[in-house]
Every structure is written in structure tokens, then in C-alpha cells.
């Protein structure tokens, strides 16, 4: 043995007494593991939780390993550490979905339901497509990059009284589009696309 060759060698005794912690901590984990893992996994909810409870058990017993009794007693005293180890991970799990839950319901309470605002648009987008080209880009230009017929007619090179009488009839074809698809009267409430001019520079 290497150990004993040296000491040998230097003529004289020399302990080794770092080595007991760990071949104490070695025996204690290999006598215990496998029946401490079936004590957690009978009581945990998942495996996971289950070796959650075994691992923070044995950093208990590394630490405390001094107040861990010698024999038979010391599987009885790891399960007492499992024990309150299964108690606190319950306690925290119950926080986590306490909490979840109130977040749950702020958020229900915060964040209103598109659920119908997102149909109308979808069927919006496909009242849209059936429109002619130039239909379809004079509603945009208007609604969405906000520009008045004059200005309109300068992007399309057309005259602006064209443009007026074209916006007037694609609201319109807009409108009949949406009604036919959802039998109603085809205004999207709060979209610009299918609203009356709201703006003097549209009107004028």
C-alpha cells in the first residue's frame, strides 16, 4: 500500500484521521440510500421530488454527521430528516400553486378575452382579400397610414375626387363582404376599415 510504504519510509507512525468523515459518510450512504429513495417514493408526488427528498437528506446527514446515531438508529433518524424535508417541499409546492392560482386570476381580471375581437379580424382580413386591388389599398392607405384622399391620390396617381368616390364604394363593398360572411352589418366595432370618416382631411 502506497500510504503505509511512505510512512515506512519516514520512519515513523503517521494517522490519517481526514479520511473518517467521508468512510463514515460513504458507509452511512450506501446502507441507506436504497431504502431512504423507497421511503420518499412512497410519499412524494413524482420521482423527481422523491430524489429531490433524498438528496437534501443526505446534504442534511453530511452536515450534521456528528448528530447522526451509530447502527441501526441512524436509517431512523435519516427518515425523520426525510420526513420534515417531504413537509417543507408539500408546504412549498401548496405556495407555488396558491400563487399560481391568484396570478391566474389577476391575470383574468387584467387582461380582457380576444378571443371574438381576433374572429373579427380574421374574418376582416379575408373580407379584405376578395376586394379589388386598388379597393383594398385605398381602405389601407386611409385607415391604416392615415392619409387624406389628396394624399392618396398623389401615392396612386389618380384624381383625388376619384379616390373619394373609389373609398366610398370600397367601404361599402367592405361592409356588404363582412355581412354576407358573419350575417351581420359588417362594422368590425373600433376598426378603422369599415368606420365612417372620423377625420376633417378625409371628409375634405
Request: hydrophobic share 40%.
Amino acid at each position: 500500500m502506497r500510504y503505509g510504504s511512505e510512512s515506512a519510509l519516514l520512519g515513523g507512525h503517521v494517522s490519517d484521521t481526514s479520511s473518517a468523515p467521508d468512510d463514515r459518510f460513504g458507509n452511512l450512504y450506501g446502507a441507506n440510500f436504497g431504502p431512504l429513495l423507497g421511503y420518499a417514493l412512497r410519499r412524494a408526488a413524482t420521482a423527481e421530488d422523491a430524489a429531490d427528498v433524498v438528496s437534501e437528506t443526505f446534504l442534511v446527514a453530511w452536515r450534521r454527521l456528528a448528530d447522526v446515531p451509530a447502527g441501526s438508529d441512524a436509517r431512523l433518524w435519516l427518515y425523520g430528516v426525510a420526513r420534515r424535508v417531504l413537509a417543507n417541499q408539500r408546504r412549498g409546492t401548496e405556495r407555488r400553486d396558491r400563487l399560481g392560482e391568484r396570478l391566474r386570476h389577476d391575470l383574468a381580471a387584467a387582461v380582457p378575452d380576444h378571443a371574438d375581437l381576433l374572429t373579427a379580424r380574421a374574418d376582416l382580413t379575408t373580407a379584405l382579400a376578395r376586394l379589388g386591388v386598388v379597393d383594398r389599398e385605398v381602405l389601407q392607405l386611409t385607415a391604416w397610414e392615415g392619409l387624406d384622399p389628396r394624399e392618396i391620390a398623389t401615392v396612386l396617381d389618380m384624381p383625388a375626387g376619384a379616390v373619394r368616390t373609389r373609398l366610398s364604394r370600397a367601404r361599402a363593398r367592405l361592409r356588404r363582404e363582412l355581412g354576407d360572411d358573419r350575417g351581420v352589418d359588417g362594422h368590425v366595432a373600433g376598426d378603422p376599415l369599415t368606420s365612417a370618416p372620423r377625420n376633417r382631411r378625409e371628409s375634405s
